[in-house]
């Protein structure tokens, strides 16, 4: 029997000799079923509420960041009482790729009903928003090119779209429990 899947962990410990024990318990335990790490993708860093001033203090440069179920996470500070906070934001790679397979799809469902294009783009758009619309992300969030007002949606670039054809793009009525993301 083969192991075709994946699957991803993120493990957080209070001091680094727990987590190397960890580690290596993990590699061991995983070795009795004939698995083993991605030793590209496995690594231990210092991350949390000491890691910035622990960093600083030997000189070093910001607290590492790391990726995870498409959201890039690093270190931060709240903005009212300065407390640490962990930030997240939309990976790079996973936005990229999103838009990509928006633009394809539309391209592939061009010669559709508008009001069927519309129904499909808002079910994606509002999922997307559901999934990353999260505390720190906001500004990568609206900076997409598909942005929602109150009544209608907007696809930023010079849409060449009639007022009418917005409206039957959101089924002729108001989009209704839609984070807005504007600007």
Do not use: D
Not at 7 to 25: D, K, P, Q, S
Not at 116 to 144: E, M, R
């Amino acid at each position: 029997m083969r192991f075709l899947g994946a699957t991803h962990l993120v493990v957080g410990f209070e001091n680094r000799a727990e987590a190397e024990r960890f580690l290596e318990a993990f590699k061991e335990r995983l070795a009795k079923f004939g698995l083993e790490l991605n030793a590209e993708k496995t690594r231990l860093i210092e991350f949390g509420r000491f890691a910035a001033p622990n960093r600083e203090q030997r000189g070093e440069g910001k607290p590492e960041t790391f990726t995870f179920l498409g959201f890039t996470h690093y270190c931060g500070k709240r903005r009212g009482n300065g407390a640490f906070i962990v930030w997240r934001k939309t990976a790079k790679k996973r936005m990229v790729a999103k838009l990509r397979a928006i633009k394809a799809e539309l391209r592939y469902r061009m010669h559709e009903p508008i009001a069927s294009v519309g129904a499909w783009l808002q079910k994606v758009v509002v999922g997307y928003y559901q999934y990353h619309a999260v505390p720190g992300n906001l500004s990568l969030v609206s900076c997409t090119p598909i942005r929602w007002s109150a009544s209608s949606l907007f696809i930023q670039g010079g849409s060449r779209m009639h007022k009418g054809a917005r409206t039957v793009l959101c089924g002729g009525r108001s989009a209704m429990i839609v984070p807005t993301a504007s600007k």
